[in-house]
């Protein structure tokens, strides 16, 4: 029991697995961001476009609700809801991406030295000079 344990300290604290914990715990902060930035920011802007249409509260009802039983309904304005929430959050995220990798080209742009031309070794250029010598 005490080896499977060590095992496990050793994969948990491998910096490969603790980059992805954070990733997760930042990526799951992001996201809800990105999700009161669609829900409070975008959809009521597309709600105002379409005629202030409130899409979640469109449904196919199956059957009425009573005093002894709730409402059965299809609820296909939440899907069309949560289709445009994906759409809004994959482009930001696509926005926010790709503007990190453009700074980071720059930064690589910048650190990068630049080509020098090969440095042919003197026994080379001896035996080029010999071969030129040779033609003539």
């Given at each position: 029991m005490a080896k499977i344990f060590d095992?496990?300290?050793?994969?948990?604290?491998?910096?490969?697995?603790?980059?992805?914990?954070?990733?997760?715990?930042?990526g799951g902060a992001f996201g809800k961001i990105v999700s009161s930035l669609v829900a409070d920011i975008f959809m009521p802007l597309v709600g105002l476009l379409v005629g202030g249409v409130d899409f979640t509260s469109w449904k196919f009802v199956l059957s009425q609700a009573t005093e002894t039983k709730t409402e059965v309904a299809i609820t296909y304005g939440n899907f069309i809801q949560v289709?445009?929430?994906?759409?809004?959050?994959?482009?930001?995220?696509?926005?926010f991406v790709k503007s990190i990798n453009k700074l980071t080209a720059k930064k690589e742009e910048a650190?990068?030295?630049?080509?020098?031309?090969?440095?042919?070794?003197?026994?080379i250029v001896l035996l080029r000079e010999i071969r030129d010598s040779l033609k003539k």
């Open positions: 095992e496990f300290k050793t994969f948990a604290m491998k910096g490969n697995v603790l980059d992805m914990a954070i990733g997760v715990v930042i289709i445009f929430d994906f759409l809004f959050i994959a482009w930001i995220i696509f926005l650190a990068a030295p630049a080509p020098q031309e090969p440095v042919t070794p003197e026994e």
